[in-house]
């Protein structure tokens, strides 16, 4: 279509592809051009990464206008994932790997405030944040960098090096069967994103590879 970029396609389905974040930048990332319909009392988030980087990483990067750290999936060293909800976080211990495929999936819930974990399908103990919030709706959705403000705000030092795939979010929680269902592409609910109808916009150096 005349005026599009290349780099924009409508919903496409990304199944056999990863993203490749070929090199530590300020700026390149994937913009995630979709956001919840209201506010969440739930979500879930879900993706494949593969990465030989030992520093801090972000995964995923939702910011709203109020907080930067709205919701943050974020890996501080091997063997520890963060979740970040509302600028507030907390830690899950898991396996020490490098060059290792992992998945992972986090879910909250704000009745209770209850993270459920899951590493590579395996549930880990679950976790309290964050009880009573309601997570903004009107978002900067970022894989591959941490936005310290509202879409930007970037650091080359938690900038993603490393290939990304098969990512999912719902309104909702999830159970460790969907999970499951997730990480093979085949969701038992509908995402408000997801790999077979994914909405982005590459920014800078990322490259989307079979």
């Given at each position: 279509q005349p005026g599009e970029t290349t780099s924009f396609s409508p919903l496409p389905d990304l199944l056999y592809n990863v993203f490749v974040f070929p090199q530590e930048t300020k700026d390149s990332?994937?913009?995630?051009?979709?956001?919840?319909?209201?506010?969440?009392?739930?979500?879930?988030?879900?993706?494949?990464?593969?990465?030989?980087?030992?520093?801090?990483?972000?995964?995923?990067?939702?910011?709203?206008?109020?907080?930067?750290n709205e919701i943050l999936l974020l890996k501080p060293k091997p063997g520890e994932y963060?979740?970040?909800?509302?600028?507030?976080?907390?830690?899950?211990?898991?396996?020490?790997?490098?060059?290792?495929?992992?998945?992972?999936?986090a879910s909250w819930e704000s009745t209770t405030g209850i993270v459920g974990f899951w590493f590579?399908?395996?549930?880990?103990?679950?976790?309290?944040?964050?009880?009573?919030?309601?997570?903004?709706?009107?978002?900067?959705?970022?894989?591959?960098?941490?936005?310290?403000?509202?879409?930007?705000?970037f650091d080359a030092q938690q900038s993603f090096v490393g290939e990304m795939s098969v990512v999912y979010m719902w309104d909702a929680g999830i159970s460790t069967s969907g999970v499951m269902e997730a990480m093979n592409n085949r969701p038992d609910k509908a995402p408000i994103f997801g790999w077979r109808n994914f909405p982005y916009q590459?920014?800078?150096?990322?490259?989307?590879?079979?």
């Open positions: 990332h994937v913009l995630v051009r979709a956001k919840p319909e209201q506010p969440l009392q739930n979500f879930t988030v879900c993706l494949w990464s593969y990465t030989d980087l030992t520093r801090p990483y972000s995964l995923f990067s939702y910011a709203t206008k109020a907080q930067d963060r979740l970040y909800v509302g600028g507030k976080f907390v830690s899950f211990s898991v396996p020490k790997s490098i060059a290792m495929s992992e998945h992972v999936c590579n399908g395996k549930p880990w103990p679950r976790k309290g944040l964050q009880k009573g919030y309601t997570v903004g709706v009107e978002a900067s959705i970022v894989l591959g960098q941490e936005q310290d403000a509202f879409g930007g705000g590459i920014v800078g150096e990322v490259y989307l590879k079979p």
